[in-house]
């Protein structure tokens, strides 16, 4: 084939397609968990230059794509997440439920080290941040075996 004939123009006909077929999968799997912040309060808990300034914003990042590997069964299963079921909002709280937050979600922490901890909520698989709370005063429980 010369370099003239690279250039002619083929006849619909002459093409050949093949289609390929797609595995259907039945039923419905997890679905790994995503990051939002639309919800992110910044009048409660601290900052992200915060939690920055305090060495913590790095190993809070890092642990937030951890877990966003897993789906929320999985997550909670490791005990990556905790997810409190039983009540709207702490009842002892340095916190208060932001205005902008349905009443009725179900609260999530997920600890950076013994301490500081990531809170939010799901809606579906998507982890809404809410507060960076570095002392661990949005759920504040009493001291075991003082």
């Not at 990051?35 to 900052?47: A, E, T």
């Not at 790095?58 to 069964?73: D, E, F, R, S, V």
Request: charged share 30%; glycine share 6%; net charge positive.
């Amino acid at each position: 084939m010369g370099k003239s004939d690279k250039f002619k123009e083929r006849k619909g006909g002459t093409y050949k397609r093949e289609t390929k077929s797609l595995e259907i999968r039945q039923g419905k799997k997890d679905s790994l968990i995503v990051l939002s912040f639309k919800d992110f309060d910044i009048n409660q808990g601290q900052s992200f230059e915060d939690w920055e300034q305090d060495m913590l914003l790095a190993q809070a990042i890092n642990k937030l794509k951890t877990l966003c590997g897993y789906t929320i069964p999985q997550a909670t299963n490791i005990g990556l997440l905790k997810i409190y079921t039983k009540v709207s909002f702490p009842p002892e709280s340095a916190f208060v439920h932001p205005k902008h937050i349905p009443l009725d979600v179900d609260w999530c922490s997920m600890h950076i080290g013994n301490k500081p901890c990531v809170i939010g909520y799901f809606e579906d698989n998507i982890f809404n941040v809410v507060f960076l709370d570095k002392d661990h005063e949005f759920w504040i429980t009493k001291k075991k075996n003082t």
